[in-house]
């Protein structure tokens, strides 16, 4: 069972870095041997959660087999409302049966109680709003919270979860959301949750970029996760938030959940650019090494709305373009995540502090043992301001993930052989 103590997640006393794969569409969309090889892929990749939405998501693929958590009337234009007074029942042992695979392999479920277009007012309900054409629920009546959150926890409580109480929804008062309501909603729905399950795992997964929480959420929330995102300003983001916080004196664990999806297109920059798994790489180590060393989510666009191209009616629905599923086990990202994580936990397993650099491109942290030094170009690295002293460390090339013998001299870090990016160890 996961502990949170300080800054950090423990297993049976052990420090846990959570590393989840991110898989929304999972209890409506993915067949059960799809999903048994799924989960020994990741695995074996080394995560040890995976991230999924209870209830369907709404830019996913289309369920298989009619799997609706409540019963489901279609009109004729496509959009579609639910009962909320009744429970599917076969949807939501299917799910368990889902979940109990994961237990199998002692990987973590990370489950999202309500998604943000269920509420009124957020911005997936903007008739004016980029995603305005994607076919979605009707928002779930207050009064119909409580009933289901209740439904929810009992049964999926034995599985000893982290609950996302929220799903890609924001606080801050603009345009397309209201806060008030959006904080009544969810106030509703950790009290409901926490009424079931007091023991368990609680944070918020707030929409890109943000880090907005009010003050009575943030109370019952284990700890504080965010989404740097897929914006022209996501990579910034993953740095400057978990800096933020510690700024504020926020003491508690802090993750980058969502940080770019491999393979999906950036929003808002032409020309049109898919994240590369150097992205998603450069992203994850900016985020961690500035306080967000908790653990991280990982993305592969196809896997996370689990696009089928082999099943017929399996289309995303939306402006992007997925890869199928079985072509995204390929991507490179989540294996340099994985290596991001056994890396955390052979120097930094006792805790970061993250270091301020003058040279901005360079991102640091260290302990008692190591000086972690994470450099997206592989230039000769200047370390004068820490006073480090002339001798040789490691450098790892991440792109190969070869193991170089470096040298420091005259406080200069050497320049090796590597094209992209790479970590330097200094012990100390």
């Known amino acids: 069972m996961i502990t949170v103590k300080g800054k950090y997640l423990y297993k049976n006393n052990k420090r846990f870095f959570y590393l989840a794969d991110t898989c929304w569409g999972a209890f409506t969309s993915v067949s059960m041997p799809d999903w048994k090889y799924y989960l020994n892929m990741r695995k074996h990749e080394g995560f ?27 009109n004729e234009d496509g959009t579609y409302q639910y009962d909320y007074t009744q429970f599917n029942d076969a949807y939501f042992d299917n799910a368990e049966m889902m979940l109990a695979e994961m237990m199998k392999r002692n990987m973590l479920p990370v489950l999202v109680l309500l998604w943000g277009n269920f509420v009124p007012n957020t911005w997936m309900n903007d008739p004016h709003g980029f995603q305005a054409n994607i076919s979605k629920p009707q928002t779930i009546s207050f009064d119909r919270v409580k009933p289901y959150i209740t439904y929810v926890v009992k049964r999926f409580k034995k599985f000893n979860p982290i609950y996302f109480v929220s799903g890609d929804v924001g606080f ?3 345009e ?33 970029e943000s880090s907005t929480l009010p003050d ?15 914006g022209p300003s996501g990579e910034e983001a993953a740095e ?12 508690g664990p802090i993750m980058d959940v969502e940080p770019c999806y491999e393979g999906m297109t950036q929003f808002g ?4 650019h898919r994240f590369s798994a150097y992205d998603v790489r450069r992203t994850a180590w900016k985020a961690v090494l500035s306080g967000a060393d908790a653990g991280l989510g990982y993305g592969a666009f196809g896997i996370w709305p689990w696009n089928d191209n082999y099943r017929k009616g399996q289309k995303v629905t939306g402006f992007l373009k997925p890869y199928d599923w079985r072509k995204c086990l390929n991507f490179r990202g989540a294996k340099d995540l994985a290596f ?8 930094g397993a006792d805790g970061l502090k993250p270091i301020a650099l003058e040279n901005k491109e360079v991102y640091a942290a260290e ?17 004068s301001e820490l006073k480090v002293k002339d001798s040789s460390c490691r450098i790892i090339d991440l792109n190969t993930l070869r193991m170089l013998e470096g040298t420091i001299c005259n406080s200069t870090v050497s320049m090796e052989p590597v094209i992209e990016d790479e970590l330097i160890v200094i012990e100390k």
């Open 48 to 74: 040890n959660a995976i991230q999924i939405n209870i209830l369907r998501q709404y830019d996913s693929t289309p369920p298989i087999d009619g799997r609706e958590p409540f019963p489901i009337t279609y």
């Open 172 to 174: 801050d008062k603009n």
């Open 176 to 208: 397309q959301q209201n806060p008030e309501i959006e904080e009544k909603y969810y106030q509703e729905v950790i009290d409901a949750a926490k009424s079931i399950d007091p023991n368990g795992i609680y944070t918020f997964h707030i929409n890109g």
């Open 216 to 230: 009575n959420l943030a109370r019952k929330a284990s700890f504080f996760s965010y989404q740097s995102g897929h």
């Open 240 to 251: 400057k938030i978990p800096k933020k916080l510690r700024k504020e004196s926020y003491q």
């Open 269 to 272: 920059v032409l020309p049109t």
């Open 340 to 347: 991001l994580k056994e890396s955390v936990l052979q120097y």
């Open 367 to 383: 302990n008692e043992k190591y000086v972690l030094i994470y450099n997206p170009v592989a230039n000769p690295v200047d370390l």
